[in-house]
């Protein structure tokens, strides 16, 4: 389970407002990444807080709730479809990354972020493999983002009914891979993550 220990250690060397940054839909065939970037009071308790991927669609939305309740300061920020065509899931991923941590409220010093890349950030960071079910304010952050996206694909799915976006939030499902064959992509596709339509093409 995620506690403070990260942002303990980071107090303790001096860093006064520590956010943790998380992203959510870096995988999917299409729509935007985004990310979030959040500050927690120190030893705030958030019963059930925990990775987004543990937890269920309805304790994802509850807890969205209370973390926006109960942060010093948060900010969820995106990456768009083009943006991520034009730079790369990577690039645009840390995009939005520096775009979250631009719009708190409440400046940080310092930043701990999801993953194994933390690179060119306006304040000093660090990586943390696994960060989301280790500090509490990247497990915070990834509710924010999580929560976030999944409800952009809901907007999605009403705007492009034929993709089901809403049932699989844009991952390669086969219902996914079905449709892009038989309705081809649509503008919201990142045309990177299709290429196999061109390869079965040839």
């Known amino acids: 389970m995620p506690d403070y220990s990260i942002e303990n250690s980071l107090h303790e060397k001096g860093y006064a407002v520590v956010c943790g940054i998380d992203e959510a839909g870096r995988g999917p065939l299409c729509g935007p990444v985004y990310a979030a970037a959040c500050i927690l009071p120190d030893g705030l ?3 059930g807080l925990n990775d987004s991927k543990k937890l269920t669609a309805k304790k994802r939305e509850k807890l969205f709730d209370v973390i926006c309740n109960e942060a010093i300061a948060y900010c969820i920020a995106s990456a768009s479809v083009e943006e991520i065509d034009e730079l790369n899931i990577l690039e645009a991923d840390l995009l939005a990354m520096r775009r979250a941590i631009d719009g708190l409220s409440v400046k940080a010093d310092f930043a701990i972020i999801d993953g194994n890349i933390a690179r060119d950030f306006q304040i000093p960071a660090m990586a943390v ?5 280790t500090s509490m304010s990247i ?3 990834s509710i924010l983002a999580k929560v976030a996206r999944d409800r952009v694909c ?6 492009y009914p034929e993709y089901l ?6 991952y390669g499902t086969k219902e996914h891979m079905d449709a892009l064959r038989k ?11 299709i290429r196999f339509l061109d390869e079965e093409k040839k």
């Open 129 to 133: 493999v696994k960060g989301d079910a």
């Open 45 to 47: 308790v958030i019963e």
């Open 165 to 170: 976006i809403a049932k699989h939030k844009g």
């Open 183 to 193: 309705y081809g992509p649509s503008p919201i596709h990142r045309k990177k993550f």
């Open 154 to 159: 809901e907007e999605l799915d009403r705007e």
């Open 139 to 141: 497990a915070a952050a």
